[in-house]
């Protein structure tokens, strides 16, 4: 099992940077993709960021395009997303997720990518507002 705890969320302003951390536990040895989805009230759980475990490539739905980034630091078991030039649109939960499976395939943005991943964390709150 993987326990998953995310940090960092809280209140920004519109432009403004948050950074999210998510501290993995237990069998991370298994862990291989991680990602970064949110859910904002009334809609679905979508995909933001997922990045493989071995070279780190990472891919991002558009809306955050460069404007966020994701890394990992596999000694640390843990993984970030730099969120910078916020918008009132990225206000959601944001609830990072590990995927058992041996394979650099990273779902993120196809229909049920979320029922790819095996393990969740909590979420975070991030509100973006004046």
């Known amino acids: 099992q993987v326990q998953l705890v995310e940090s960092g969320g809280g209140l920004a302003q519109p432009g403004g940077s948050l950074n999210l951390s998510c501290a993995a536990s237990?069998?991370?040895?298994?862990?291989?993709?991680m990602g970064w989805f949110r859910q904002a009230p009334g809609k679905e759980r979508e995909g933001v960021s997922c990045?493989?475990?071995?070279?780190?490539?990472?891919y991002y739905t558009e809306a955050v395009k460069g404007r966020f980034t994701a890394s990992r630091d596999n000694a640390k078991s843990t993984l970030y997303l730099q969120m910078n030039r916020l918008k009132p649109e990225d206000t959601a939960v944001y609830y990072c997720?590990?995927?058992?499976?041996?394979?650099?395939?990273?779902?993120?943005?196809?229909?049920?990518?979320?029922?790819?991943?095996?393990?969740w964390g909590q979420g975070t709150q991030v509100t973006v507002s004046e």
């Open positions: 997720a590990a995927r058992r499976e041996n394979s650099a395939y990273c779902p993120l943005v196809t229909s049920g990518a979320k029922d790819e991943y095996n393990y």
């Open positions: 237990g069998s991370t040895f298994t862990v291989n993709v």
């Open positions: 990045i493989t475990r071995g070279d780190g490539t990472t």
